[in-house]
């Protein structure tokens, strides 16, 4: 294979599980995240200029698509979108974030839209996206509730918990969880729920705390592949220019 066919070549795609929606907030049956690849094209086909011919091109999650529809207002659609691709990745915790957000912002279309954003930002989490978005999100939608024991515990175990933290990607800040856990702990005796409403099982934080570990493997190991790529490249580069100097001194 060349040195170009190497640097351009496609990802394969990931197979993924099927499942519907869940609209409880029970425990559910928990598979590892898969997510749903499509061609870079398919979502950012407004780049490639008409009458143009793709010769390769890279493979982006599916639910990329969704956060286009949101950034568009299209709402409606980006829900539709995401619940089909919930048949296909039901952990998929892209596709939850994006529905959680389209959910919310029309939320005033529909009164259950705001439950069923709370329910995508925690289905996120359990999934396994801790940039602190969804978890942004879970506590001010359980605070607008006055569920304030519930989202006593989501920051607990944001802030107390040591197998827990954001990624290294995210936008998570405990400075400003910690602000809303003394903002909730002065207004519990005005809570909507009881203590022994609970938000996450023992088996649901066993599962949100193994998926930051299994994040911090995969940061790892792409981290270790990207660099093993690059000097495979740079050495590869310097060999075949090495090889072109030559044959130009030979010449001349």
Not at 2 to 8: A, I, R
Not at 188 to 202: G, N, S, Y
Not at 211 to 234: F, G, M, P, T, W
Request: net charge negative.
């Amino acid at each position: 294979m060349s040195f170009f066919s190497k640097l351009f070549g496609n990802k394969r795609s990931n197979s993924a599980a099927t499942e519907n929606e869940q609209t409880s907030n029970s425990s559910e049956e928990f598979a590892a995240p898969k997510t749903t690849m499509v061609p870079i094209s398919s979502v950012n086909s407004s780049f490639v200029p008409e009458g143009s011919t793709i010769l390769c091109q890279t493979e982006i999650p599916a639910y990329c698509s969704i956060g286009n529809l949101i950034f568009e207002k299209r709402y409606a659609e980006a829900i539709e979108m995401g619940l089909v691709l919930l048949n296909d990745s039901p952990n998929d915790p892209g596709v939850h974030i994006n529905l959680m957000d389209a959910y919310f912002k029309s939320r005033d279309s529909n009164p259950e839209y705001f439950d069923k954003s709370t329910y995508h930002a925690k289905r996120a989490m359990l999934c396994g996206h801790h940039t602190g978005y969804a978890e942004d999100r879970l506590a001010k939608n359980l605070d607008k509730k006055k569920l304030f024991h519930q989202s006593l515990q989501l920051l607990n175990l944001i802030l107390d918990n040591p197998e827990f933290h954001f990624s290294s990607h995210g936008i998570g800040n405990s400075v400003d969880f910690n602000k809303r856990r003394e903002n909730v702990l002065r207004k519990m005796d005005k809570a909507a729920d009881t203590e022994a409403d609970i938000l996450f099982t023992h088996e649901e934080i066993a599962q949100i705390i193994q998926s930051v570990k299994d994040n911090d493997a995969a940061e790892k190991a792409e981290r270790r592949a990207s660099e093993e790529r690059i000097a495979k490249l740079e050495s590869q580069i310097a060999n075949e220019f090495g090889d072109i100097l030559g044959s130009l001194r030979q010449k001349s």
